[in-house]
């Protein structure tokens, strides 16, 4: 007899938002049908996983706690400390599994396929999860350009994929 794997909390979070989407979320202006719900980058990070989780109308930071997750405070917030600085999560809330939620992109509208926005949040992830310049005494990795020697802001990492153009 074959035994039925449960399924994890990543897989509740992709299926909570797949109902999102497909329960009208795509009837709204702020939808981006070029994008789809997609995890990226998770893995271990402090007994749960961290990653992001990219969605037709937002990008968000995600922290799924290990075995202690059902204690998170409904509808708070907790602040968490990564390699790249301290953030204030939000406690998700609602029908998907406890996590924390910190948004990276309140609209994806301007992203113009699923390849860019993964590349995004990858970039976003590999920053979150190194030390901010100077921390360690070493400099950035040899090939990495001086844009990545600023804070981490949403308007910086957009112009990294997407240069405006000075042409008046």
């Known amino acids: ?7 994890t909390p990543l897989h509740r979070l992709l299926e909570h938002y797949l109902g999102i989407a497909a329960e009208g979320m795509c009837e709204l202006p702020l939808y981006n049908d070029r994008l789809a719900v997609e995890a990226v980058g ?17 990008m968000n930071l995600i922290l799924l706690p290990g075995e202690d997750g059902q ?3 409904a509808g708070g917030a907790q602040s968490v400390g990564l390699p790249g600085g301290e953030y204030l999560f939000q406690v998700g809330v609602g029908a998907g ?7 990276l992109f309140t609209t994806v509208m301007d992203f113009p396929d699923q390849d860019t926005a993964r590349a995004i949040a990858l970039e976003t992830l ?4 190194s030390p901010a310049p100077g921390e360690t005494g070493e400099g950035p990795p040899p090939g990495i350009d001086r844009a990545l ?3 981490l802001t ?9 240069p ?3 042409d008046a």
């Open 1 to 7: 007899m074959m035994e039925r794997m449960m399924p």
């Open 42 to 58: 998770f893995a271990p990070w402090q007994g749960g996983a961290l990653g992001v989780l990219i969605t037709p109308w937002t």
């Open 71 to 73: 204690s998170l405070p």
């Open 97 to 103: 599994p406890p996590h924390l939620s910190l948004s």
């Open 126 to 129: 590999a920053r979150l999860r």
């Open 149 to 151: 020697d600023q804070p």
């Open 154 to 162: 949403r308007r910086a990492l957009l112009r990294r994929f997407f």
């Open 164 to 166: 405006v153009s000075t």
